[in-house]
């Protein structure tokens, strides 16, 4: 069964810099979605992305993010200056063209800042 | 995305049906039935979903109500590996998904 799968499954940065997390939805999905979840709390909706634009994106989506399809088959997270409360597991989703169909997530990266 | 309420938790011995369920009363018409659970920290992963016909797949059954304002999940005969927090869901596919405080439910050896 196809998946979504998501690279690399932990990352460490240093506060201040740039990491980009990255994920390969499924391939006949066109919506594509990032969501984080803190330790311990629940699984908070960022981005949602179609037609290589945002669709919706919440409060926390803010200048330091931002997300890029860059080719036929991967879809980026970036976060511009990681902040020590940008800890947190990251889970990329995708979902196919008919709106009747559900979301399917990766295992997710757990990204550690320092 | 129409308001649910489920349980906060459940336990459910091994080998037994789970039958978790959820109120969705103010789903629009056209709005389908979502479950998905998360085990521990792993990914939300999908198990079903119906929009007012019961369904059955490899994981679970949903059965929806007539009037469409709850639902149960049921898995049919539970494992330790079921143990999770259950999220049920109502609203379109592709739409943002809103994950609350769930079910948590414990299947007890």
């Known amino acids: 069964e196809p998946e979504v799968t998501q690279t690399p499954s932990h990352q460490v940065t240093q506060m201040g810099q740039e990491v980009i997390l990255r994920c390969v939805p499924i391939?006949?999905?066109?919506?594509f979605y990032w969501y984080r979840q803190i330790l311990g709390q629940k699984v908070e909706f960022l981005v949602s992305?179609?037609?290589?634009?945002?669709?919706?994106k919440s409060e926390i989506f803010d200048d330091q993010f931002s997300v890029e399809r860059p080719d036929g088959s991967n879809f980026t997270l970036k976060i511009r200056s990681t902040k020590l409360e940008d800890s947190a597991m990251y889970f990329c989703a995708s979902s196919a063209i008919d709106s009747r169909k559900p979301q399917h997530f990766g295992d997710g990266t757990r990204l550690s800042i320092l | 995305d129409a308001k649910t309420t489920q349980p906060t938790s459940m336990d459910c011995a091994e080998g037994r049906a789970a039958n978790l369920p959820c109120n969705h009363s103010?789903?629009?018409?056209?709005?389908?039935v979502y479950w998905y659970r998360q085990i521990h920290s792993q990914g939300p992963q999908y198990i079903i979903h119906?929009?007012?016909n019961n369904e059955t797949n490899e994981m679970a059954s949903l059965i929806i109500t007539e009037d469409r304002k709850s639902s149960t999940l049921i898995l049919p005969h539970a494992t330790l590996r079921d143990t999770a927090v259950y999220y049920c869901r109502s609203n379109f596919g592709n739409e943002k998904l809103t994950f609350g405080t769930g079910t948590r439910l414990t299947i007890i050896p």
């Open positions: 391939s006949n999905h066109l919506y």
């Open positions: 119906g929009l007012k």
């Open positions: 103010t789903i629009s018409g056209n709005e389908y």
């Open positions: 992305f179609y037609n290589n634009e945002i669709s919706e």
